[in-house]
């Protein structure tokens, strides 16, 4: 009878790796634009794909010991203020998008901008949709930001972030880092698929494998990291951004080991709890990828030094580039 107990036990992690194995193989990546197998609408990216890049800064790089460059674009601040400001992308996309708002920021003397390319994105990612391990973006921003404050003389580091990017904000206050900034912004950030901010499949934008989620999750908890390399996430990228002059950009996959590091961690609460620094949410009141009224109640209980604000009439994506936007970021920085 204790043999078979003994036996028992000692199956137990093989059938523990056999069933996440199981659950990783029996989720595979789909035909892109097929979100839970129907057609989708994803997200409107029309303003940002036809914005005006004519204030477009050059694409900069700082190498990186034993890995790849990190890849970013540098808007000198146009006065005296020697603040710096850290803008991070949303999913699938890349430094681009923060054209127009970091102009803005630098021609109104409100500190120079930074906006990387996070690693796996934008023109010349070493690869597509992968990183090295969960937790390098948070590495590289901390990296990135020790080079400029060096540069610069910085006196002031502000870290924000869009929709996913507003995700890594949140992990990075949270982690080991988060030191670096002096205050956070949040625009319409990616929370957690279960939080009260979560509309279904962010609105028909991303198709998570969640077997395979799953599968890899409980790999990495017995600490098997060989698979993690594998697609966990996809993007509906619209069709006309795909195929316009900008399609190469596009990043319409992520491994399993960029998709964690791009999101605040399982238990988001103390990560939010850890934003200690002053903290701007802005959103507007028809995003299509999360619930704009229910971020206030959500970080409230977490975040006690924050202000919000719900801007009338824009989407997810839109609200990057909108001047209401603009003029809400700078009141703000105005009392920092």
Request: aromatic residues 10%; glycine residues 10%.
């Amino acid at each position: 009878m204790l043999l078979k107990f003994v036996l028992a036990i000692a199956a137990l992690p093989v059938v523990y790796v056999a069933i996440a194995l199981a659950l990783i193989l029996s989720s595979q990546p789909v035909t892109q634009n097929l979100v839970g197998g129907k057609k989708s609408q994803g997200l409107d990216f029309t303003g940002t794909a036809d914005q005006d890049l004519a204030g477009l800064a050059k694409l900069q790089s700082i190498s990186v010991a034993n890995t790849s460059p990190i890849n970013f674009r540098f808007y000198k601040n146009k006065g005296t203020n020697k603040r710096l400001i850290v803008l991070i992308h949303g999913s699938g996309w890349h430094s681009m998008q923060y054209a127009a708002m970091a102009n803005y920021l630098v021609e109104n003397n409100l500190g120079h901008v930074v906006t990387p390319d996070l690693r796996g994105h934008g023109e010349i990612p070493d690869r597509r949709g992968d990183i090295d391990y969960i937790g390098q973006l948070e590495d590289d921003i901390a990296i990135l930001v020790a080079d400029l404050r060096t540069k610069y003389d910085v006196s002031q580091v502000i870290v924000g972030g869009h929709s996913s990017g507003g995700g890594l904000v949140i992990r990075l206050a949270g982690g080991k880092h988060g030191h670096i900034s002096d205050g956070w912004v949040l625009f319409a950030p990616f929370i957690k698929h279960d939080a009260p901010t979560a509309r279904p499949d962010a609105g028909g934008w991303a198709y998570p494998l969640v077997r395979r989620i799953i599968g890899l999750s409980m790999l990495n908890n017995i600490g098997i990291y060989w698979f993690n390399y594998l697609t966990a996430m996809q993007f509906n990228m619209p069709a006309f951004v795909r195929d316009g002059p900008l399609g190469h950009t596009a990043t319409l996959a992520y491994s399993f080991r960029l998709n964690v590091s791009y999101a605040p961690r399982s238990n988001y609460s103390q990560d939010l709890a850890s934003m200690k620094k002053p903290m701007l949410l802005l959103a507007g009141s028809n995003d299509e990828a999360f619930r704009p009224q229910a971020y206030q109640p959500t970080l409230s209980d977490h975040v006690t030094n924050g202000e919000y604000h719900i801007l009338d009439g824009l989407g997810h994506i839109d609200l990057v580039n909108d001047k209401a936007t603009f003029v809400a970021f700078k009141n703000w920085l105005a009392k920092m």
